[in-house]
């Protein structure tokens, strides 16, 4: 079976759009454990993916949840999600979530739930104020 030129680059395309925005190759960083959220779950960053615009700066976290076998059942054991900070307001929106099945990025994904992806403003000891403190510091 002969695929026609145009969807052939149509594929091709869509291939490169989801490359470039799922880096597959994203070394996973931890979060000091001081910004680790209290419980079963870790955060981690890619510097890889960081990327700057004047005062905005957007990156890749990775939040991968530890399950016991436990009820209840989680609906998703880690989730990546884009995130855009603004370090002259010190402030934040998530741009977009893919959750998986399996721990570190693996298994099964979905795009996950954004509420209404607005600033929200950044928030002492959490996940959010470590990737702040790493991302708005002077390169």
């Known amino acids: 079976m002969r695929i026609p030129q145009a969807r052939l680059t149509q594929l091709l395309l869509l291939a490169a759009l989801l490359l470039a925005h799922h880096p ?3 070394e996973w960083i931890a979060l000091e454990k ?3 959220p209290q419980g ?3 955060v981690y960053f890619s510097p890889d993916t960081i990327v700057r615009e004047g005062n905005w700066v957007t ?3 990775l ?3 530890t399950w016991m076998g436990e009820p ?3 609906r998703f054991l880690s989730a990546k999600t884009h995130k855009q900070f603004d370090c002259a307001r010190w402030s934040f929106r998530i741009l977009r979530v893919v959750e998986f099945s399996r721990q570190m990025a693996t298994g099964k994904s979905t795009n996950g739930y954004i509420e209404n992806g607005s600033w929200q403003r950044i928030s002492p000891q959490t996940p959010d104020q470590g990737l702040a403190e790493i991302l708005c510091r002077k390169p």
């Open 63 to 65: 939040t991968d949840t």
């Open 59 to 61: 990156i890749w976290q």
């Open 24 to 26: 597959a190759s994203a």
């Open 40 to 42: 079963k779950q870790t």
């Open 34 to 36: 001081r910004h680790q």
């Open 72 to 74: 209840p059942t989680p």
